[in-house]
């Protein structure tokens, strides 16, 4: 968002904008956020809820991110539960991370996805679901997506069946990267949890590994997600019907 107006894709500048730390008409936008930004005017970038929100409005099915907020730990008592859960099991849109972020309670997440009916399936031939900056997170995925027609065909039917729920494909991080997450995760058990400090103190104490593996998350889950929109548009075009279908 520039100046209150929503944008589905930013040139350079409008990019270099919402990354000035001294622009104090900055901030973050959830599906809450909207409304009263675009009316003030504001800048910002959006969560996963708020990108969501968006990408249901332009007609988008499919996006990639690095990873999803969930239920923090303590979450059963404090009640932080991040929005782009919620925003999963209201909105039709299929989101492509690398998991849930490894400061989260993973359990409670994955229980929390389920009570909101958000189909989640992990993208490869294991079901170990993600975490962020390690492979396997101790979890199971409910479901396995073995390549980008699997998943398109998932999404096609839930079309058809009119759920309007969104659906988590958790795409774990590439295995050159992984013996470098494991530090990574270690870093980030012995941090706070406050989101802003911990990313700055996990950067200390890995060296600057987790930037690299931060992009590299970003550009295996970007293009896993545009294989499966190809796929999905595909059988759009055809007026395919998935493998299985109700008949």
Known sequence: MISGEIFV??????L????????????????????????????GGTTIAGTMVIAHLAG?????????????????????ISADLTELGRTPVAVVSAGAKSILDLGRTLEYLETQGVTVGTYGESNDFPAFFSAKSGFK?????????????????????????????AVPIPAKYEEAGLAIQKAVDQAVYATPWILRRVVELTKGR?????V?????????GGRIAVEYNKMLANFESPSSAVS
Do not use: C
Not at 9 to 14: A, E, F, K, T, Y
Not at 29 to 40: F, T
């Open 60 to 80: 988008i099915r499919v996006f990639a991110t690095g990873g999803l907020g969930g239920v923090h730990r303590g979450g059963e008592n404090s009640m932080d």
């Open 141 to 169: 995925s409910p479901w396995t997506f073995k390549d980008p027609r699997n998943v398109a065909e998932m999404m096609y039917a839930a079309d058809q069946l009119k759920l309007q729920s969104g659906s988590l494909i």
């Open 16 to 43: 270099e904008r919402l990354a000035d730390e001294s622009n104090a008409r900055r901030v973050k936008l959830s599906r809450r956020d909207l409304g009263p930004a675009i009316g003030a005017k504001y800048d």
């Open 210 to 214: 987790s930037i690299d593996n931060n």
């Open 9 to 14: 894709g930013l040139r350079r500048d409008q």
């Open 216 to 224: 590299a998350l970003i550009e295996n889950t970007s293009l896993i």
